[in-house]
């Protein structure tokens, strides 16, 4: 098994920047439980290990995949993490579509400029945990196939797909089939009283961290949701996180299905 060269302990580097994953068409999963997490869903272009982590678990690289061995230091020179993992896979960035009818069928996820990678990923890992299977984003969200996201999506990235668009053009078309589009709001319908009405169907949208829901997306709303302090009247925190607002609202969403 040979050691990588130069170019290509560079090319793996740069995959953490957004233009050279769209030129390259791949990015990179580090450490053992994200690759062992996605190993089976993404076409592999490369797998880059240490001896001790190819003695542990090489068997699970599929057969015609190029291994590179790792030093140390090479692993270093490639990561995008604050520690150095044992394994970095390069994959394949898949091509995945939005089918609008999905929104008629199940429910599903819209992000409305989400900028932070921690809250991407965990929104994603918080979709798959709900049964939600796709999460529509706007432009101006976070790119899915960043290292950060997808090392805390926690493998979720491989069971939910991720696409983006002009979200109010495709929120103003699901509206105009007859879906109904859901949004949190520091103001609006209690989401735990409305609990019992809440549809298994249609999108739900989850706004930018400091912003919220942008005015030409709330204009779409259907319906607006929001999750109250406890108790009431009483001062608390400002706002939640995007992602503890996702969780609660897709918890709320799944509630009567238990």
């Not at 970095?88 to 599903?108: G, S």
């Not at 979720?156 to 983006?164: D, F, G, L, Q």
Request: hydrophobic fraction near 40%; charge should be neutral; include cysteine.
């Amino acid at each position: 098994m040979e050691s990588p060269s130069k170019s290509i302990l560079k090319y793996v580097k740069s995959l953490a920047d957004t233009k050279k994953r769209s030129i390259f068409g791949c990015f990179k999963a580090e450490g053992t439980k994200c690759v062992l997490d996605t190993l089976a869903h993404f076409e592999t272009e490369i797998i880059l290990a240490t001896s001790a982590w190819y003695d542990d678990f090489g068997t699970s690289v599929p057969v015609g995949v190029k291994r590179y061995y790792c030093s140390g230091s090479d692993m270093e020179r490639m990561t995008s993490l604050s520690t150095a993992p044992e394994v970095i896979a390069v994959y394949k960035i898949p091509q995945r579509q939005f089918d609008v009818c999905e929104a008629a069928r199940n429910l599903v996820l819209a992000l409305d400029t989400i900028q932070d990678p921690g809250n991407m990923g965990t929104i994603i890992r918080i979709a798959d945990w709900f049964g939600v299977r796709h999460v529509i984003c706007s432009k101006a969200t976070v790119d899915s196939y960043n290292p950060k996201v997808i090392q805390a999506t926690m493998g979720a990235i491989s069971r939910v797909s991720v696409t983006y668009h002009n979200l109010p053009a495709l929120l103003s078309e699901l509206k105009d089939s007859g879906i109904e589009i859901c949004g949190t709001f520091l103001h609006g319908e209690n989401i735990y009283t409305a609990s019992t009405k809440l549809p298994q169907n249609g999108v739900i949208v989850i706004g930018n961290e400091g912003r919220g829901i942008s005015d030409e997306v709330s204009a779409l709303v259907t319906r607006r949701l929001t999750i109250p302090p406890y108790p009431a009247g009483v001062q608390t925190s400002e706002s939640l996180n995007a992602a503890i607002a996702a969780a609660v609202t897709l918890s709320t969403f799944r509630q009567k299905l238990y």
